[in-house]
């Protein structure tokens, strides 16, 4: 059974700096793209972050220069590394394990919630 | 970017009514990378429809998508009391973007 299990939200002020993870379990981690979505208190959703199988990552725009994503295929985690943090960054962060055969997010973990404020 | 815009934005329908949900794009979305998701309060998107039409692991055959191009639609064939939710779509043929989401509430 494929599990993604989120840790490392929390309450931030804004500038700082936060660090998410995602345990995976139930898969062949290194076979499969990854990525990070999230949802804004009430909002819809909006994808944040990729990683390929490869390892290239990739980025929308509103976070790039600021997030960095990473894998560690061994012990089988996704982080996501967020510095110079804003209000507008406050949401439930999903982390999603990428299709078999698209790009579409087939599996979801349950989300951790970042807050950012002073 | 590649804009999606869904309606309506809420649709009110009784238990075993069918439930018919538009998501239209700004530019052809190629190859039909088109999915729809269905999100419960407090709860993960669970993927629903990925490729315009094929229905992902375990989901009922009441969810059918169709569509191509820059029209979609997801049809839920008569509601079942679990069906009340969120559902969003989303394109991944270049990046990836999501629809604002379609509300289908008890009537």
């Known amino acids: 059974e494929v599990q993604l299990v989120e840790s490392g939200g929390g309450l931030v002020q804004p500038g700082g700096s936060l660090r998410l993870s995602c345990a995976a379990s139930?898969?062949?981690?290194?076979?499969?793209?990854m990525y990070w979505v999230r949802q804004a208190p009430g909002e819809g959703l909006e994808w944040v972050s990729g990683?390929?199988?490869?390892?290239?990552?990739i980025y929308t725009g509103s976070v790039k220069g600021r997030f960095t994503i990473s894998r560690e295929n061994a012990k089988m985690f996704l982080h996501l590394q967020m510095n110079s943090l804003r209000a507008g960054d406050t949401a439930v962060y999903y982390c999603?394990?990428?299709?078999?055969?698209?790009?579409?997010?087939?599996?979801w973990g349950r989300g951790t919630l970042v807050t950012v404020s002073s | 970017e590649i804009v999606l815009t869904q309606s309506p934005g809420t649709l009110s329908l009784s238990p075993g009514e069918r439930a018919t949900l538009s998501c239209r794009a700004s530019?052809?979305?190629?190859?039909?990378?088109l999915a729809w998701y269905q999100q419960k309060p407090g709860q993960a998107p669970r993927l629903l429809i990925y490729?315009?039409?094929s229905r992902a692991t375990g989901i009922p055959d009441r969810f059918s998508g169709s569509g191509s191009g820059t029209a979609f639609t997801l049809t839920i064939s008569r509601l079942e009391p679990e069906d009340f939710a969120v559902y969003y779509c989303?394109?991944?043929?270049?990046?990836?973007?999501f629809g604002q989401g379609t509300k289908v509430e008890i009537k």
């Open positions: 530019q052809t979305i190629s190859s039909s990378y």
């Open positions: 989303q394109q991944y043929g270049s990046s990836w973007t």
């Open positions: 490729g315009a039409s």
């Open positions: 999603a394990r990428g299709g078999a055969d698209g790009d579409y997010f087939e599996f």
């Open positions: 990683i390929r199988a490869s390892g290239d990552p």
């Open positions: 139930g898969f062949t981690f290194s076979g499969y793209d």
